[in-house]
């Protein structure tokens, strides 16, 4: 069960911020906005941007686990009347599935959730600038920030109000984000080189299905879990 973030105590609470609070993503947008002031090569960009993209994964898993608790909170609460407004903005223009937005940040979609119409891999150099500077200055950056700070406060407990508040806006900008980024296909392993040990791997299936071994099929699996591949996303 997931516990209600209003129940925990200041230490636990903390802990459970810090968790998250210290992802990759935002070591990875300190480096974006390093790359972009000093207009370095458009493959270094590319580069940053992937692990940009795998810590924003890495965010979501550990924040989609606790949304319906935390927009329980903030629809229950007058005072966060404000950002109840952002959230019905958001579910307003979704278009995907919780699990739709899942496959989309593996660069998959699922059977009757629309396909992200704008391909990453095929921006300009000026269009893929423009859009990681949109990123990098997303209000998310801000808001982490002032969780930090309200963290190492020495009275925490007399924060803990503050904390929490600043946490579910810091939520809100988090779906704000996802909201942004359903438009966009972005596979993070497209491009990447085979390392050896795969291509050895690859070798030993290949001598398994020749010797009478079963094998699946990519589209197999996918109809078994109910996703359905964006072949153009992956071919390209």
């Known amino acids: 069960m997931i516990p209600n973030i209003t129940d925990m105590t200041s230490q636990q609470l903390l802990n459970w911020l810090l968790s998250i609070v210290d992802v990759e993503i935002f ?41 319906e608790v935390i927009l329980g909170v903030i629809r229950q609460n007058d005072a966060f009347a404000h ?35 704008i391909k990453v891999a095929a921006l ?7 859009f990681v500077h949109t990123l990098a200055n997303w209000r998310l950056f801000v808001s982490r920030e002032r969780l930090v700070k309200l ?32 438009n966009y296909d972005y596979d993070p392993d497209d491009g990447l080189e085979l390392r050896p040990e795969f291509i050895e791997s690859l070798k030993r299936e290949e001598e398994y299905i020749r010797s009478g071994g079963k094998m699946f099929t990519l589209e197999e699996v996918a109809a078994e879990l109910g996703i359905s591949l964006n072949r153009s996303s992956v071919c390209e």
């Open 83 to 117: 950002l109840n407004h952002r959230v019905e903005a958001v579910e307003a223009q979704r278009k995907s599935s919780p699990l739709g937005r899942e496959a989309r940040r593996m660069g998959l979609s699922v059977h009757g959730d629309p396909v992200p119409q």
């Open 27 to 67: 070591r990875s947008r300190e480096q974006l906005i390093a790359l972009l002031a000093a207009d370095n090569p458009h493959e270094e960009l590319e580069e940053e941007f992937r692990e940009f993209f795998n810590g924003y994964y890495v965010l979501a898993l550990e924040l989609e686990e606790y949304e």
């Open 151 to 182: 963290m190492e406060t020495d009275n925490r407990i007399k924060v803990l109000d503050r904390l929490r508040a600043e946490f579910y806006e810091f939520f809100v900008c988090y779906l704000e984000l996802e909201l942004f980024l359903e």
């Open 124 to 130: 300009s150099p000026d269009e893929f600038r423009r």
